[in-house]
């Protein structure tokens, strides 16, 4: 065994990359040509069996209209349609069989072959008015399959039956489909021929990129310089890379500014927020046990947001989170967010727990995660005369506890569903309310640093259900 970090000899490892990449290029030339392959012959086939299928059937659909029209024209009778009467090749076309029905339903004169009559059929052979009509999509007669159509005569003088064989066009189809495959298979191999012989001609210089990108990926270095020159595709190649590592370490720059900017501007409604909260002590027309719980309410809020803004800069940066876990119980924090909420928004919201609530966790992670759940279900339900529930219950599955915020508001689209949790995302009927699309991503975080996994759906009878999970008291979050 070959210890760490010792170095592979320099031929071997140069034709184990060469034969690698050839692989490599040769599977992916041939599998997108697989792909295109594949979808234009089946785009061919499906289109070519639909236009085949769909002529059969105008054509059988044409003879049974000119027999309804026939029939409510003229009076007629079984014996104006058996095989010795004048004038039957009328409703004979090509690969379309007639068999006659008595009043009473029985075979009158047999087609050729022998069509099945069913009950269905027999009905319409006693029919009083002329061209009604029942149709059967597949019956199966010998080895064949047809399509039927049973005619009244009307007066219950009989019926018609028309039929036309549709297993010699499958045939037809199948035969088409099975060519087509081959066809399809061929140019995939031929592909992944031309692929392997392609990549052998442009290993080399693509060995150069190769190295850079695994030196880039050891070091993390993105000011690397790309060593490939040439004016041909490979060597645009190498400098769109060049150019792409320069954006990337741009891009990194950028985040962290964003980080930072977004912290200083979140901070500044809240520094404003603070001086009116200073500015309500002056107001005298409340009675002053009124006045200064307002004032304690409101400059509780914003700690509140301030510490949520801290908390958002730190998951941003990718810091951990110093608040030690404990033991605690999810129901008791599901009534203190209910208290907090009744109190901001005078909405009734109601808490149900059952069974073993209680975990391992962060309490501070975890009231602002439920927090999140609870002001959007109010932001989206202003209106709303009923209450908000939050329901707490465990285990939902062996290991775990649910909690979740039901409501009855708009409900969100399907669409945006598997999309709520991300960080900025908000759906198209929200983008005018306020907020900033960070609500979920933080329940999604805090869902996951204690070993859960959000979820959301649309509630029975309108509305919205928006929860997670969390490991249960007898399981870790490592678990």
């Known amino acids: 065994m070959r210890a760490p970090g010792s170095a592979r000899p320099a ?64 009076r007629m009778t079984p014996v104006d349609f ?28 047999p087609g050729s072959p022998g069509l099945p009559v069913v009950d269905a059929d027999r009905e319409v052979a006693g029919a009083r008015t002329a061209g009604q009509v029942v149709t059967h999509a597949e019956v199966d007669v010998g080895d064949d399959v047809y399509r039927v159509a049973t005619v009244a005569l009307g007066g219950s003088r009989g019926a018609v039956q028309v039929a036309q064989e549709s297993s010699d066009t499958e045939d037809l189809l199948r035969a088409l489909q099975r060519r087509t495959l081959v066809l399809m298979l061929a140019v995939v191999v031929g592909a992944g021929l031309f692929g392997w012989w392609l990549a052998r001609r442009i290993t080399r210089r693509l060995v150069v990129l190769t190295d850079t ?25 190498g400098r769109a890379f060049d150019r792409m590592l320069g954006r990337l370490a741009q891009s990194e720059e950028d985040q962290r500014r964003l980080v ?27 009675p002053p046990g ?38 605690l119980d999810l129901a008791e924090i599901a009534e203190d967010v209910a208290g907090l909420a009744r109190r901001r928004s005078g ?16 309490p501070g992670m975890l009231t602002r995660a439920l927090s999140n759940l609870v002001e959007n279900a109010v932001k989206f339900d202003r209106d709303g005369s009923r209450p908000v529930e939050i329901a707490v219950a465990g285990p939902a599955r062996p290991g775990t506890v649910r909690v979740e915020v039901l409501d009855r508001g708009p409900g969100i689209a399907e669409d945006d569903l598997l999309r709520v949790f991300d960080r900025f995302y908000r759906a198209p009927a929200a983008r005018s309310l306020p ?8 329940v999604r975080e805090v869902a996951l640093a204690h070993g859960g996994a959000p979820y959301a759906f649309r509630r029975e009878g309108g509305g919205t259900v928006i929860g997670f999970t969390v490991a249960g008291a007898g399981a870790s979050a490592e678990d």
């Open 11 to 74: 031929g071997g490892r140069r034709r184990l990359r060469l034969l690698s990449l050839g692989t490599t290029f040769a599977v992916a030339f041939a599998s997108v040509t697989a792909v295109v392959t594949v979808l234009v012959g089946l785009l061919s086939y499906s289109a070519a069996a639909r236009l085949v299928r769909v002529d059969q059937q105008s054509v059988f659909d044409e003879v049974v209209q000119d027999l309804r029209q026939e029939v409510r024209a003229n």
């Open 82 to 109: 058996s095989s010795t009467a004048p004038g039957h090749d009328l409703v004979r076309p090509a690969r379309t069989d007639v068999q006659v029905l008595g009043p009473d339903g029985s075979v009158f004169d």
């Open 213 to 237: 990108a695994e030196i880039v990926a050891r070091t993390r270095r993105l000011g690397i310089q790309v060593p490939v020159a040439g004016h041909d595709e490979v060597g645009r190649l």
């Open 260 to 286: 930072q900017d977004a912290g200083h501007e979140l901070r500044t409604p809240l520094t404003s927020l603070r001086t009116n909260i200073s500015l309500l002590r002056r107001i005298d027309e409340l």
């Open 290 to 327: 009124t006045r200064e719980e307002l004032v304690d309410d409101l400059t509780q809020e914003a700690r509140e947001l301030t510490d949520l803004v801290n908390e958002l800069v730190d998951l941003a940066a990718g810091q951990s989170d110093s608040e030690p876990p404990q033991r």
């Open 347 to 362: 909405r009734e919201i109601l808490v149900r727990a059952s069974g073993d609530t209680t975990t391992e966790g962060r």
């Open 435 to 442: 907020g900033s699309g960070l609500g979920l991503s933080i």
